[in-house]
């Protein structure tokens, strides 16, 4: 039989890929993908859109991204010295960074993590390789991550922080003793910091081969996309060189800066969430049969009673609640689910939905 014509042209990693899927939250409580469940008041809205009007869509936007740039480095306490490169989302930048690597390089991560890293590495045929996390509290597992550091010499290591899906934080130490070993990049992946009292944005003055990347996604603009990556002006450079020219749309830039002008729209957000995923987690771990685990980041993580999993994702699903079963990706995510912490009232949802589950199933 003749080869169709895809998989004549295309490299072979490519076509054993299987999509990124995303769940259709159509009509569902939407607690499935991090994002802050709040919207602005009315007024901030109109102010925005006042801004928006003075956008000129038939020109091409500012290929630097200059006023949003400084702002971040403001308002995210970037010091002076290092330089900041924005993304179509953090998952643009995860891209660059591996378009950047030899063809034969090799990308580490722990296991699990955030998948992206591994789809990105093995889209452009890098060698992608992970070291499982702890079982029983998803900390680094340190002998095996320095063996693995030796053996491979990794030319970029990611690490999240707070972990997804996961939601822990990995120890201070242990990065501390990563990023000194590393022959190459160590990127610990921020995009939970506005729910974590914890980052290594402190820490770039004192490792040449760091870089702290962010995302404005998990903090409540999903929409826009826009990560971003702060580091040594020399590796930004590089990275800049092959960051296509207009990444940043006008829109985006425009919202991005309004948005982070606005003193006090964010913060009261973060912290409802942050007091709602207390609760929330109090609540999970006196169910019978459930082990919620404690959370750095805007979701939790929880274990169902062995092979339970489907099911009350499924029983969930029916009450109209959209969480992440992510325990088809097995190994120490086997009878795991994911719940985004939302809003009261959804929060209390997916909670009655999982009880009324419980009992049917148990
Ligand atoms: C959500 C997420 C990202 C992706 O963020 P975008 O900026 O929306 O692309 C990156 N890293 C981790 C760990 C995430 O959970």
Redesign the pocket.
Known sequence: MQKSLSSRLFRPEVLALSAYKVADATGFIKLDA?ENPYQWPEQITAQWLQTLKNCALNRYPDPAASELNALLKRVNQIPDEFSVLLGN???EIIQLLLMALPPESHVLAPEPS?VMYKQISVSLGLNYHSVPLQSNDFALDMPAMLEAIKNLQPAIIFL?YPN?PTANLFAVADIKQILDSAPGLVVI?E?YAPFADASFMGELGNYANLLVMR?L??LGL?GLRL?FIAGHPEIIAQLDKIRLPYNINVLTQASSVFALSQPDLFEPQTQAICQQRSELLVKLNQLDGITAYSSAANFILFRTPTGLADSIFAGLKQQGVLIKNLSPQAGLLSDCLRVTVGKPEENQAFFNGLVQTLTTKQ
């Open positions: 991090m989302g953090s998952d955030f999240a997804n992946d995009a995302t996604s998990k999903a990560g």
